[in-house]
């Protein structure tokens, strides 16, 4: 069950990560990563690792676009 709520909260902040990408949007990672490590947290609690790996690819995504945009684009 945790799996199956680790992939719903990664699915919805891969979404808004891709939203994130428009210029001038990039300050929404400021919420999306948070987000996805409450995803990360109740994938790690869970036995399988489906969750827990969309969520760490979200959070990479989130942080590699917050470095290019300086954290605030």
């Keep these: 069950m945790l799996n199956i709520a680790s992939l719903v909260i990664g699915a919805i902040a891969l979404v808004l990560a ?38 760490i690819v979200v959070i990479v995504i989130g942080v590699i676009r917050l470095m290019l945009g300086g954290g605030i684009i």
Aim: no cysteine; proline share 5%.
């Design 18 to 55: 891709v939203f994130a990408f428009i210029p001038l949007l990039g300050w929404a990672n400021w919420v999306i990563v948070p987000v996805a490590v409450v995803g990360l947290a109740l994938g790690a609690m869970s036995n399988s690792t489906s969750g827990r790996n969309l969520n």
